[in-house]
């Protein structure tokens, strides 16, 4: 009776190290699928750090106590935030934002300004139905969306709906019943929180 409880015993523990060795497998590949995508939020060369790691939470419906106005973001679920750092000073911070115009159409948002309160890139990200932080920077391709890259709080909503063309319509407004001025008001939220919390962004602990 010994030798049976020792072998399912073994049996146990074994399944349980693959068990853990499939999740950690998973974890990683999400880990580097957000790495790979955030490459094109940052400039190439400007940070040395893994911004997949130094990230920071923004939780969508409690209050942060380090963080004010966080309505800004529009969050519907809790969001990372990614720093970029050069020899250990940050550069630039990539901030998740969600459109909505009311009209049950929404879209997620990650913006990322340098620390001179300029737009290195907005892009729309897909909206992922599921409370994982990692494995969600799926971004959507977008060339009106490009046309933020640059741009500071006091010239963003210059970028509307006229500058859209034919060639540069953008299937995600319509599909989602959203307008390009709820993005870019959201965007500029997104900067005006990023600078309502530089240092909190800059020196929060990591997730």
Do not use: C
């Amino acid at each position: 009776m010994i030798k049976p409880a020792i072998g399912l015993l073994v049996l146990l523990l074994v399944l349980g190290g693959l068990g853990f060795f499939v999740a950690d497998a998973q974890q990683a590949r999400r880990l580097e699928f957000d790495r790979q995508n955030l490459k094109q939020f940052f400039v190439a060369g400007s940070y040395d750090n893994d911004v997949v790691i130094d990230s920071y939470l923004i939780p969508a419906n409690t209050d942060h106590p380090h963080l004010v106005s966080q309505q800004l973001l529009g969050l519907q679920r809790d969001r990372l935030a990614y720093r970029a750092r050069k020899d250990g000073e940050v550069v630039a911070v990539a901030v998740p934002a969600s459109a909505d115009d009311g009209f049950n159409g929404r879209v997620d948002l990650l913006v990322s300004v340098d620390m001179f309160g300029r737009i290195g890139a907005a892009r729309v990200v897909s909206d992922v139905d599921t409370d994982e932080l990692y494995g969600v920077v799926d971004v959507i391709e977008s060339r009106w969306m490009e046309e933020f890259s640059g741009k500071a709080m006091r010239n963003i909503l210059g970028v509307t709906w006229t500058s859209i063309g034919a060639d540069r319509e953008y299937d995600q407004f319509v599909g989602a019943s959203i307008t390009p001025k709820a993005v870019a008001d959201r965007i500029y939220d997104a900067l005006v929180f990023v600078q309502s919390n530089r240092i909190e962004l800059i020196n929060g602990e990591s997730t």
